[in-house]
């Protein structure tokens, strides 16, 4: 635990928010500032600062949790599809340094603009035109 860190709060109950999810080792909260309605986070218990900080050995638990949570959301008919998504270190958008996975639910024509767009692979795009 990590004394100034927003989700060790969480997990110890310093500070509120909406969880959705809860096993041994992770939690699933929803995002305050969603993507699209029903935007999860979830994270390990235990504080590790990014994605490539958290020990292999967890990768399955967490794979396990995301897929729960995302099924869950299949089932509820709040998801046709996702954008799963760790951003990882600040020059990629990470805001909140202990890693977290976003499960962003995905329907047609729910507004949201999400997409792998830009950069290198854009203009490759664009000279193939
Ligand atoms: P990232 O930019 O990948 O670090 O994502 C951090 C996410 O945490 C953002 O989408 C925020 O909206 C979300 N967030 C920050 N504080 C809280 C909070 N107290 N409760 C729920 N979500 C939060």
Redesign the pocket.
């Known amino acids: 635990m990590e004394d100034d860190c927003?989700f060790c709060k969480?997990i110890k109950g310093e500070?509120p928010?909406e969880k959705v999810y809860e096993d041994d080792n992770f939690i699933g909260?929803?995002?305050?500032?969603p993507e699209s309605e029903g935007?999860t986070?979830i994270f390990p218990k235990k504080h590790f600062e990014s994605f490539l900080d958290m020990p292999s050995s967890l990768g399955s638990e967490f794979v396990d949790a995301i897929k729960k949570v995302s099924l869950g959301l299949v089932r509820e008919g709040k998801a046709k599809g996702f954008n799963i998504?760790f951003?990882v270190y600040k020059v990629a958008?990470?805001?909140?340094p202990h890693v977290?996975a976003?499960i962003i639910p995905r329907k047609s024509d729910d507004g949201c603009k999400l997409k792998l767009v830009g950069g290198l692979r854009d203009k490759k795009m664009r000279s193939l035109k």
């Open positions: 927003i969480i500070i928010a909260i929803l995002d305050i500032n935007h986070l998504v951003n958008g990470q805001e909140v977290h976003h």
